[in-house]
């Protein structure tokens, strides 16, 4: 690569560091995502995504995102197999005041293994002429020019240690990123790390689905968890191969099942259907179990000063209790908020870090809100603000199975198609605060 060449590099080819990828290569002559893992040719799950045994929904605004930057995505999923279906009537939310009725409500919905998103991501972002996926290879620390400027990444593999020189380097490497660390040799003070824990653990499994069963007639189930008396609850998606991706979850340090027997036991102990759903179906994968799901947001934008030549996003800045599905959407968000922020600059003129870390802060706040208000619920003590909205937000659900309305607004929200803002319309209120309606559906017994 000539030395005039406009280079990024990105940290990390999860989702977050795919769609960062794609909106580069727009500005960059050259984008380079070094990968720790060797990458699976198929769609497969890999050691450093281990959240991919789990059931993965993507948003309708993800969907909707990544849609406009790979344009034809929804039709090559559907061609693997994913299906497509409408919210409202594909989906059985068990609720703990009962469970809608199904509500055509025109939202399209697609879903699928985590592994097959980001397998057809990876093609269409390393068919890219711009783009190199070098995998195999894992950043150790920054290259810098002094404490100011970031100029590159240091990497290792089983040859060695290497450097590599970039103009822009982007840390995508998730959950397990390094930065404080890095930030601390260039003389930075720690970030402040805000934590939100309610304990919540995940076990899921795979199902055959037989082509033309019947049962389920559902294609997703939603069943959450809530504080202080819905300990447990599951998820299940029909995704690609026929297959029911089944995750069963627990708050406040649940003991989640580990074996054939226990997983059916823990689902059969739930109300709803997912129990009797399991119990016909033959398992394809074992138990896999995964406990990092605290909410966890690191103040980078707050720090004195930021070094030139780097910035961060995904889930190594800001993660959310997976409960909620927001990870790929808020990822997808933040790949927009950099393709805005390079849009019509000169590819010569440095990206303000500082500036893009601030703007990242606004562009999680509205989600960190919709997780963290109902976890702080299984804290100790909360202050009376998320009491309140906590309130609010039971009272809503408790008004979704016996108000198609409400059901439609809150599933608007759900996915992000609508922002908080409409929780401000009147209509809304005026149902919210009178409160679920007698009659319809029966409240669901605690577990
Ligand atoms: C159990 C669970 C369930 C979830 N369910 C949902 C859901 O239903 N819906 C949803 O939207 N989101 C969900 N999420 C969140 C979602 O997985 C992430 O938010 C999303 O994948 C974005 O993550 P990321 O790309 O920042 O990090 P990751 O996807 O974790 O990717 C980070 C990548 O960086 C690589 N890496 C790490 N360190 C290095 C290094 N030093 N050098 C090179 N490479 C490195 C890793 O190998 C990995 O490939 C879930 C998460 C969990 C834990």
């Not at 810098?144 to 822009?168: F, M, Q, S, Y």
């Not at 929200?413 to 409409?422: N, R, W």
């Amino acid at each position: 690569m000539g030395t005039d060449v406009r280079h990024a590099v990105v940290i990390g080819a999860g989702l977050a560091g795919l769609a960062a990828a794609r909106v580069l290569a727009d500005s960059f002559e050259a984008v380079t995502v070094i990968e720790r893992d060797t990458l699976p040719s198929a769609s497969g799950p890999r050691a450093g995504v281990p959240q991919g045994h789990h059931v993965h929904g993507l948003l309708a605004l993800g969907a909707k995102v990544f849609e406009g930057y790979f344009p034809g995505l929804r039709a090559e999923l559907e061609q693997a197999g994913a299906p497509v279906w409408d919210w409202g009537e594909g989906l059985c939310a068990v609720l703990p005041n009962g469970i809608p009725q199904p509500t055509p409500m025109g939202m399209p919905i697609q879903t699928f293994s985590r592994p097959l998103l980001e397998h057809v991501l990876r093609r269409r972002v390393t068919a890219l002429e711009s783009v190199t996926l070098r995998d195999g290879l894992a950043v150790t620390g920054l290259r810098t020019a002094g404490p100011g400027k970031v100029t590159g990444v240091r990497v290792k593999d089983g040859d060695g240690e290497d450097e590599i020189v970039a103009d822009l380097v982007v840390d995508a490497s998730g959950r397990s990123s390094h930065l404080p660390q890095w930030l601390a040799t260039l003389g930075l003070p720690s970030p402040r790390t805000t934590t939100v824990d309610a304990q919540v653990g995940y076990a899921s499994r795979t199902y055959a689905y037989p082509e033309g069963q019947t049962s389920p007639s559902w294609m997703g189930l939603l069943q959450p968890l809530r504080a202080p008396d819905f300990h447990k609850g599951s998820y299940a998606i029909q995704i690609e191969n026929n297959t029911l991706h089944v995750t069963l979850h627990g708050a406040g340090g649940t003991q989640l099942p580990r074996g054939d027997d226990d997983f059916l036991t823990y689902a059969k102990s739930l109300p709803g259907p997912i129990g009797d759903t399991i119990a016909s179906l033959t398992p394809t994968s074992a138990v896999r179990r995964y406990a990092r799901t605290v909410n966890r947001k690191i103040a980078y934008h707050r720090l004195p000063r930021w070094p030139e030549g780097l910035i961060v996003l995904g889930d190594a800045v800001c993660t959310f209790n997976p409960a909620y599905g927001q990870g790929m959407t808020v990822a997808a968000l933040e790949a927009r908020l950099l393709e805005q922020t390079l849009r019509g600059r000169s590819a010569r003129t440095p990206l303000d870090g500082q500036v893009f870390q601030q703007r990242l802060a606004r562009v999680t706040a509205s989600s960190w809100l919709m997780a963290t208000i109902p976890d702080r619920a299984w804290e100790k003590s909360r202050p009376a603000w998320a009491k309140a909205g906590n309130w609010f937000m039971n009272r809503l659900v408790d008004t979704v199975p016996h108000d198609p309305k409400v059901y439609t607004t809150f599933s608007g929200l759900f996915h992000m198609t609508s922002g908080p803002l409409t929780l401000a319309d009147p209509r809304l209120l005026s149902r919210v605060l009178v409160g679920p309606r007698t009659g319809g559906s029966t409240p669901m017994p605690a577990t």
